[in-house]
């Protein structure tokens, strides 16, 4: 039994010998923690232990595929997780630098039964953390990680023989040749590709060229430093320099991935940021014609216009609202065989026949694509003036610390069902209901609404808002929803605002 984790600290003997892990690095459907202070390479070696561990106590073959996202750091922790894998008898079959969904991929490509990619997804540098599975195409939700957590700091990984390493190469071709298929571009399009630097550098430009897309480059050189921003396409920052880009250069559309390639990111003709959910909307919109009466799920940070959008409505379209996070909804896209799945932070799940279920930024490239050739005369910002016109904020996340960002939101839920409960108003309107799905939905009377609710992935709240109606209401409804959040004292200052 190794020294309790709790007394590991940096810098010290221990830290180089035994596994340090902050418990609260398991959450809900990913593994992550800043690397070295929250987790060292013994610690990651408990994690590979524990995952074998669970994948024998469910009576899961024991193969497993493994990657890694393009950070310096990430090979070493990949190697760690591996030990620990092969200590519990796992054959591990290492895929090299990937994308997660080139991870996923991996699993039906290779007909392993379990995948684990080492990524630190949209997170900056300094966080690592895997994104696991073991049902083909779900990663680990609540449940999964609640039992990982407790084999790994309960001690009671159990070694086994059997381990095994293999390096696999040619997958990041057969993950290409599987997104392009046999599909080629009618019309001429001119794309900027802006990857940030990060992983998707390697894939995004040459699928374009693939399909038959002109490229304009942006950040395509890998650089795992970073060195213009973090790659994440729901931050302003990104979304900005696409939409320079586009203006610039005149480019059609700008696409943009995180930094392990699981979301996108639209900006369109005239330089306006789509926020991921429009896009959705979109997508919807055209796929509901390919598909009448198909079902669409959206997260609950994600516009109304699911449920409202005319287009969608006379297409016999179903909408879905579900909890955020990649690991609910691809579970809840299977569950009641949804065709797709939208999230307003660039996940877009998409299922058969159109893809396998799950999140991949280059497959909803591909489907962009396919979309703006099926409708040579419209222009990205055309499809964008057909929606109904809302006004909403971007993604918001005012911090609040791992270990009281639940109990915090209990309560400002709580205090928000009491303000319906009482006939309170908000932003001036009555409230309709409020949903607590995930975290609290306040939705007014004309269908406006403001949401609060806890990150999954980092130590914050976060907060988004949309009207029907205007500007002035939008703002109104986050002024009233942030005067409840900040009774709270353990709410500290947002990342960005309106």
Known sequence: MTKPLSKVTPNTWEFLRDPMIVPTGFREYDARWKYPDEINLPGMTALGLGLGTQMRRRGIDPVIAVGNDYRDYSLSIKQALILGLMQAGIRVRDIGPALSPMAYFAQFHLDAPAVAMVTASHNPNGWTGVKMG?????????????????IVLNGEGQPAPGGAYEFVDGVKEAYLDDLVGDFRMTRNLRVVCATGNGTASAFAPELFERLGVEVIPSHNRLDYTFPHYN???EAMEMLHDMAA??????ADFALGFDGDGDRCGVVDDEGEEIFADKVGVIMARDLSRLHPGATFVADVKSTGLF?????LQKNGAKADYWKTGHSHMKRRVKEIGALAGFEKSGHYFLAAPIGRGYDCGLR????ICKLMDRNPDKSMSDLRRALPR?????????????????D???????????RHEAGEKLAGRPIAQVVTVNGAR????NGSWGLVRASSNTPNLVVVCESSESEEEMRAIFHDIDTVIRTEPGVGAYDQTI
């Not at 915090?408 to 009491?418: D, G, P, S």
């Not at 306040?442 to 009377?445: Q, Y």
């Open 245 to 250: 880009s586009v203006r610039e250069t005149g």
């Open 134 to 150: 073991f049902e083909r195409p779900l990663t680990h939700g609540p449940d999964e990680m609640a039992e990982l957590r407790d």
């Open 231 to 233: 790659p994440n396409p």
């Open 442 to 445: 306040v939705i007014l009377d």
């Open 390 to 406: 809302t006004w909403a904020t971007p993604t918001m996340s005012p911090y609040a610390a791992d270990s009281e960002k639940y």
């Open 364 to 367: 909803v490239a591909v489907e």
């Open 307 to 311: 449920a409202s959008d005319p287009e």
């Open 408 to 418: 915090i939101l209990a309560r400002i839920v709580e205090k928000l069902v009491a």
